[in-house]
Structure formats: structure tokens, C-alpha cells
């Protein structure tokens, strides 16, 4: 009966479009199963899927867009091996061609120069995935012109473009990690990567399309969405229809990227673009796919992710009298279009002339309007999105709605003015008097003056308890035995439930696991407890990364706002040294504006001020912005760090070394891995660091310990690690805790559990523990002296994170308020240096 099994398919099928569109009508949520029934539709069923998505374009906007560009092939070797392609080919060919590996920075140049004389306004910069792990001759082309990396040289190109000609780039790279993303981001004002499906299918089947490149894995190319959404990158994604999936993984695909805009809200515009078979190629004899099966796919698109994403169909794949259906299909965006160069991925299909797209568009009842690379809801949300230098070029080119102004032309401009910090922060800005003030007068204003936008759309975000958790916690009793006798089984995974039990200790248990620490630590460090006398300078306060959880952060108008002179940095640091101060901890916020060598010039200026000063500066975060920046890897950045007086890092930044956590909190800040690459490598180049956690917001015990574990396993790699500190969750002004995101900080259940397991499960790796009294106050720094801690930290003399974050506890300390501290505890206190050592004397200078 296979026919009536046919016939059952059809009917449900036809069931399910029926069902589909009437809720697609009401814009209604449609499930995979219902959004592959609107792909399927066809004749009247098409013409009312298309009424509907056209609707919701209409609804938004009358103007279609277009980018006037040239396309700039920087080179076409790839290391991908995709059935479908003539743009990739191999090193003997361009040999035979007589072009190089590579297409040379000034016939790029040239390339994008005849465009802005045309009057185009971006440069598409398109290359194949990383074709130096592939083919020699790419490797040694790089080499031989001194780039590391293809990434390297496309940022060259993306330069010379801007500063020559002041056409946009739009950078087409292939797949990036995320440092690779923050490298280009400075220089590219938008990026593109095409999803083009999510099947796994089609990736690991031996004989389909995408069987064999690397690059492909659907997988990857939705970490590197989810990434770019997390650095602020306007990207521009799409599918591929026709490949040989099927109308599930369409769907599935589909949904994939409403789930990555509606997170990240990160992606400008999506392209469904038409499979068009190629001679020469693996699919040469695959049909393109039909006209009914495309509109469909165009229609479903503009349904599925609403109106306010830029849906685009590439013109020239489809023939001159299909052009009207697409934008009855619900498509606002024509995409690039070139009258200099052609499209080099389908050279078989000519542009459509501007004045056809015209026409073909007005007949719609519709407005055809040149955009730029970067669309204009991303230019109108400032500096979050568009990196400060990107601004001048796009700011020349843009009229009042961000679209491309008329009767204009690119010019080259310099892309990062040569300057160093002493030009960059002359006699310093804003309230330069925080640090002391805050004790005082207070913060100005609760929070930063965009706050309802600065830190993403609240209502996508869940609040404490949304992110899994381990279950299943072992015996109290069994674990604290364990403890007793074998503090490392503790951190190994397979004695995680019983790490979890000692955390879930209530009551008499919790001093019973605090006991246990303790007694650990007198046998390993003594009763002695010690702290540094040292100054923090926080030498800017301005900061766009848009983390959730800090309070510290201003824009440069915010009434709050700081930025320190050098003269202001040199006089801090002689009061330090002139009082008996061995530490200047210095850090700062990602100023959009600040260069790359800042941070150079910063350690030259404390070290030229207290030549004998240890400088313990830079978190990982800083020291990521300050490679890129610079364009350099982040072991020559700590190097050139280090030579400029730099001696050691801290490990702040780590929050909770795990992704999904790390998502909520800090939107765009470092992973879990880059945080480790720059830890570990501050450590290989001889720079210690102090590794932290913090917790007490939208964490879990589990979290706690498998973050322990890692520091634990970095340790036991480099052995690095000076101390680890436990920090606190300052809630009162942080954005996430007033937008109902996190709970309300740690309970001292919780901070002594948490010291005491860091003593626990850090035995044998991290001798010292440290407790943060400007968090804590004195009497709950000395309860967790009794509870396995053996360090108070720092003096600090000045204090402005935890306090604009609402910390009560003031933000200065003199030594003998921590000997007050310690005999809270009944325990003696002593001075040390930062790596642990003694003082042999704590004299203030001035008095010597």
C-alpha cells in the first residue's frame, strides 16, 4: 500500500501548512514541524505565505536597500573542499593564471579606489577558510610578507582600504575564533559568515556537499554567530537553499538563526540565497532550485524571524523577471551590488543594473535607498556596536538616517592616529577625584546613563536558577572524611557529588567543613596572616563592553566618568612609595578610545615614577584588548608588557569559568578559554598572576567546583598562581541585580563554604587563600580567617569597583586596621610582598 502510505504524508503535510499559515496570520509561535510545512508551500498556499510576509516588511519600512560595493578577492585558496564552489581552486592553477596565492595589498587598494570613484561605499573582502593549513604555497606567501595569518593579512588589506580610499570594509573571512573576531572587529564595520544549514547530515555523509570541509561543521558556524553576538559585530548570516537539505533541517536552520538574533540581537541581515548549479563542479547536475521551492524558502524566512531582521535575496541569482516575487516574499535588501567588479563566487551571473532594481522595486510600491556595509540600526546604536576608529569613515558616509548620503565619496582618512597615552589622557577628565570621593560624596548617579540599553535586552536574559546545575549530591559524612584525609580527591570529577555535599552543609556542618579547612591551612601556611600594602589606581573608569554585573563602568559623558592624566598616575604612585607601598595594582576600563600602547606607556610611568615599585596591573581582559589593539599575539603583547615594567597580572576577569554563566553576566567579555590562553601564558613568559572567582549571582555550588578544578589544573601546569581570591557578588548598583537578574549577593554560609573549599580542593597547588575585606568588612574578612584563609590582601588606599558597586566597607585600609583584622581572628598578621615574600621593613619611606 504504498501509495495510500503517500497519499497519508500528503494530507498531513497539507494539515500541517493549513495550520501554519493561519497561525503565521495571527503571528503566532510556530513549531519545526510547521515552519517545514510553510516551505513546502506552493500555488495559492505560496501566494498567501507571501501576502503574510510581505505584510510584516510593510508594516516596518517601505525602503529596500542596497550596498553599492566592489568585490576585493584577497585570495582563492581554501582549505574547504564544498561541492559547490568554482571560487576556491589550488596554487598550480593560479600559478598557470599567473596570479599569486594572495591578492597584493595594493591591487586590493586599486580595486576598492575604482570603486569609490564609481560611487561605491564597501569593499567585500572574500577569501576562502584558512588556506595556509591546506597549501604551502599560502603559508609561504604569508611568511615571506611577515603575517602569521590569513586573519592578519585581511586586517593589512581592511587598513590600507580605509586609509587609502575610505571604502567600508565588510570582511568575509570564514570561520573566526573569537580572538580572531576581536582582531578584525577594529577594522571591518560589519562581517559576514553564511550559516547555510545546520545539518550534520550533509557534513559527515561521505558524498554530500559539505562532506570533508572542516570549516562547514554547522556546529562551528553557530559558535562563531553566537560569538560575533557576543563582541557587538553586526553580521550578516543566511542559508543556502538547495543543497541537498531537506525541508526539516531548512526549518531547523531557520529556527537556529532566530535563536541566535533573539539572544544576541547581533545579526544585521540574513541572505536566502538560491542554489545555482556550476560546470566543473560535484553538483553540476543537481537542479537549481526551483522558483516556487525558493520563494517559499524567502517567505517562511521573513515569517519565522519577524520584521525586525533585513531579510536579502541576491539579485543576480535570480532571473530579471523573478526579482518582483522575491519582494512579494517579504525581502527589504537587495545586498551588494557592483558596477566595477563582478561577483567572483558566481561570475556566471551579472549584476542587475541599479536603475532595473529601481524600477523593478518602485513597481512594488516600494523605495530603493544605497546603504552601507554596516545597516542603520547598528550605526544609531553608538559605540557598543561600531568600534570608535570604524566612526570618522562611517560617519563620512552616512546621512541622518544612517543610510548612504548622496553625492558623496569615500576619502582615505588615518585609522588610528599615533598616540600614546600622555596624548590620550592629558590632563586627565571627568571626576578624577573618585576614588577618595566615593567614601564621601558617593556615586552621582545610581547607574550609567544608558542603562536600559547598554547591556542588551534585558527580557532575554534569566534570572538565578536558569542555568543548569549538577545533580545528585553525595554523603556529608563520606565527603567530610574525605577531606580530612585526601584533600585532592576532592577536585577530581568522579568525587564531584561529594565536593557538592560540602557545599550544601547547613548549620553545625558548616563549621565542621570550616574546621577541617582551617586546621588544613595551619598545617600549611602556619597562623600567620598577610597582606600587602599597596595602592590601587583604577586609571579610567569609561568602559563599553557592557558587562551585567559591574557598576564601574561609565561612558565618557556619564557623570561619573574618569579618565586619569599621567601626571595624576605619577602622583599616586609617589604618595604609595613615599608611605611604604611595595604594589601599585593597577587596571582600568576598555576605553573605546584608548590605544593599544597604552598600556606600555602606563607601566613606563609607574616604573618611572618608583623605579622599585612592583607593578601588578592588566587583567586578562586588558591584556586581550591590548593584543588586538596593537595587532599583535598576546604572548608579544605580555612580553612587550613586561619590558616596559609590567611584573605581574591580576587574575580578575575569571567571574565563573564557565560559558553559559559567563554569557549572562559579562555579554561580551573573553570565554572561558581566552581567560586561560592569557593566564597561561602571562605564566609561561615569567609573569604570576593571583587567580580569583566570583560568585553569589546567577551561579550554583557546581559551578564553584568545577571552576576550583580548572584553576587547580592550571597551577598544576605552570604553577603561576600567587593566591586565589574569593569575591563576593557586590550587588547594589550592578545592572543585572537591578534589572531582576541575579539575586542579591553570597550568604556567610556561602563565603565560608567557598573559602573553605577553595582551601580544600586547591591543596597542594595554590597555598594562599585570600579573603576581600572591602567586600566582606572587617568582621566577615575575620570569620573566613577562620575558615582556611591566610591572606587579608591589600591596603589599597583607594578603592572605586567595589564601592561604585555599592560595597559599604570603605575603600581604604592602613596596616594596622589589618593587624586589627587578623586579631579578630586571634591570629598575628605580617607584611609581604605581592609574590608572598617578606617585608623586611614596613617603614614608610618619607620617615627613612
Not at 504 to 512: E, S
Request: aromatic fraction near 6%; charged fraction near 20%.
Amino acid at each position: 500500500m504504498p501509495f495510500a502510505g503517500e497519499f497519508t504524508r500528503a494530507y498531513a503535510l497539507q494539515v500541517t501548512l493549513r495550520r501554519a499559515l493561519a497561525r503565521a496570520e495571527r503571528a503566532a509561535t510556530l513549531d519545526a514541524g510547521e515552519v517545514a510545512g510553510l516551505l513546502a508551500a506552493r500555488g495559492d498556499d505560496l501566494r498567501a505565505l507571501c501576502e503574510i510576509a510581505s505584510g510584516l516588511r510593510d508594516r516596518v519600512s517601505d525602503t529596500v536597500t542596497y550596498s553599492p560595493k566592489v568585490f576585493v578577492p584577497v585570495t582563492h585558496l581554501c582549505r574547504d573542499r564544498c561541492h559547490y564552489c568554482t571560487f576556491a581552486t589550488d596554487p598550480a592553477t593560479l600559478r598557470r593564471q599567473g596570479k599569486s596565492p594572495f591578492l597584493e595589498i595594493d591591487d586590493a587598494v586599486e580595486i576598492a579606489r575604482r570603486g569609490a570613484d564609481a560611487g561605491c561605499a564597501e569593499a567585500l573582502l572574500t577569501l576562502g577558510d584558512t588556506p595556509e593549513d591546506r597549501w604551502p604555497a599560502a603559508r609561504a606567501w604569508l611568511d615571506a610578507r611577515g603575517f602569521d595569518s590569513t586573519v592578519d593579512y585581511v586586517r593589512a588589506v581592511a587598513i590600507a582600504i580605509l586609509e587609502r580610499t575610505g571604502l567600508l570594509p565588510h570582511a568575509n573571512p570564514g570561520v573566526l575564533s573569537w580572538e580572531q573576531l576581536t582582531r578584525l572587529r577594529p577594522v571591518s564595520p560589519s562581517m559576514g559568515l553564511m550559516l547555510e544549514t545546520t545539518s550534520q547530515r550533509l557534513y559527515t555523509t561521505p558524498g554530500e556537499v559539505h562532506y570533508g570541509s572542516p570549516d562547514k561543521d554547522p556546529v562551528v558556524r553557530l559558535r562563531m554567530l553566537r560569538d560575533a553576538g557576543r563582541l557587538a559585530i553586526p553580521l550578516t548570516t543566511g542559508l543556502l537553499i538547495g543543497i541537498g537539505e531537506t525541508l526539516a533541517e531548512r526549518a531547523e536552520s531557520l529556527l537556529a538563526l532566530r535563536s541566535v538574533e533573539r539572544e544576541f540581537h547581533g545579526i544585521q541581515e540574513v541572505i536566502i540565497q538560491n542554489f545555482r548549479a556550476k560546470p566543473g563542479t560535484a553538483m553540476a547536475r543537481v537542479p537549481d532550485c526551483g522558483p516556487e521551492e525558493y520563494l517559499a524558502a524567502v517567505a517562511t524566512a521573513r515569517v519565522v524571524l519577524g520584521s525586525s531582521v533585513h531579510l536579502q535575496a541576491p539579485p543576480n541569482l535570480s532571473d530579471p523577471e523573478a526579482l518582483a516575487g522575491l519582494l512579494g516574499a517579504g525581502i527589504d535588501d537587495w545586498g551588494g551590488v557592483s558596477p566595477v567588479t563582478a561577483d567572483h563566487v558566481n561570475p556566471e551571473r551579472p549584476w542587475p543594473s541599479i536603475q532595473a532594481l529601481r524600477e523593478v522595486t518602485q513597481d512594488a510600491g516600494l523605495r530603493l535607498a544605497a546603504r552601507l556595509t554596516i545597516h542603520p540600526d547598528f550605526i544609531v546604536r553608538g559605540d557598543a556596536w561600531l568600534d570608535p576608529r570604524l566612526r570618522p569613515f562611517v560617519a563620512a558616509l552616512a546621512d541622518e538616517k544612517g543610510l548612504l548620503a548622496a553625492d558623496v565619496r569615500p576619502v582615505g582618512r588615518p585609522w588610528q592616529e599615533s598616540v600614546d597615552y600622555d596624548g590620550f589622557a592629558a590632563g586627565g577628565a571627568g571626576r578624577t577625584d573618585l576614588a577618595i570621593t566615593i567614601d564621601i560624596r558617593g556615586r552621582d548617579t545610581q547607574h550609567r546613563s544608558d542603562f536600559d540599553t547598554a547591556f542588551g535586552a534585558w527580557d532575554q536574559i534569566q534570572g538565578p536558577g536558569s542555568i543548569p546545575a549538577a545533580s545528585g549530591v553525595g554523603d556529608f559524612e563520606v565527603a567530610l572524611d574525605l577531606a580530612r584525609h585526601d584533600t585532592g580527591a576532592l577536585s577530581q570529577p568522579a568525587n564531584e557529588s561529594l565536593a557538592l555535599a560540602l557545599f550544601a552543609a547547613t548549620g553545625d556542618q558548616v563549621d565542621a567543613v570550616a574546621e577541617v579547612a582551617d586546621d588544613l591551612r595551619r598545617r600549611r601556611v602556619g597562623d600567620e596572616v598577610t597582606f600587602v600594602v599597596n595602592r590601587n589606581i583604577n586609571f579610567t573608569n569609561v568602559c563599553y563592553t557592557g558587562c551585567r554585573f559591574c557598576a564601574f563602568a561609565q561612558r565618557e559623558t556619564d557623570a561619573d566618568a574618569f579618565t586619569l592624566s599621567p601626571q595624576e598616575i605619577t602622583e599616586r604612585v609617589l604618595q604609595a612609595w613615599e608611605t611604604g607601598a611595595t604594589e601599585i595594582c593597577m587596571q582600568g576600563g576598555i576605553h573605546p578610545r584608548l590605544p593599544g600602547t597604552a598600556y606600555f606607556d602606563l607601566a613606563q610611568t609607574v616604573k618611572a615614577a618608583a623605579p622599585g615599585i612592583h607593578l601588578h596591573a592588566f587583567s586578562p581582559m586588558e591584556v586581550v584588548n591590548g593584543a588586538a589593539r596593537c595587532n599583535v599575539s598576546i604572548r608579544d603583547f605580555l612580553v612587550t608588557a613586561q619590558q616596559s615594567g609590567l611584573d605581574s597580572i591580576p587574575g580578575t576577569a575569571a567571574e565563573i569559568l564557565d560559558d553559559d554563566v559567563r554569557w549572562v553576566l559579562t555579554k561580551g567579555k573573553l570565554p572561558a578559554d581566552a581567560w586561560i590562553e592569557v593566564i597561561s601564558t602571562a605564566h609561561q613568559v615569567g609573569l604570576p598572576s593571583s587567580s580569583t572567582m566570583m560568585y553569589g549571582h546567577v551561579d550554583t555550588p557546581a559551578h564553584w567546583i568545577r571552576h576550583l578544578r580548572t584553576l587547580r589544573e592550571i597551577q598544576q601546569r605552570t604553577g603561576g598562581f600567587t593566591e586565589f581570591v574569593g569575591l563576593p557578588f557586590v550587588h547594589q548598583n550592578a545592572p543585572l541585580y537591578l534589572a531582576g537578574k541575579a539575586r542579591p549577593g553570597s550568604t556567610l554560609r556561602e563565603d565560608i563554604l567557598v573559602t573553605a573549599m577553595a582551601r580544600l580542593m586547591l591543596d597542594g597547588a595554590i597555598a594562599n587563600i585570600q579573603v576581600s575585606w572591602v567586600k566582606l568588612g572587617p568582621a566577615g574578612a575575620a570569620r573566613l580567617l577562620q575558615a582556611g584563609a591566610n591572606d587579608l590582601g591589600g591596603t589599597l588606599m583607594e578603592e572605586t569597583i567595589s564601592r561604585m558597586a555599592g560595597s559599604a566597607h570603605g575603600s581604604s585600609v592602613s596596616a594596622e586596621q589589618l593587624h586589627e583584622m587578623a586579631a579578630l581572628a586571634g591570629r598575628p598578621a605580617a607584611q609581604r610582598t605581592t609574590t608572598y615574600q617578606p617585608v623586611v621593613s614596613a617603614e614608610p619611606r618619607s620617615a627613612r
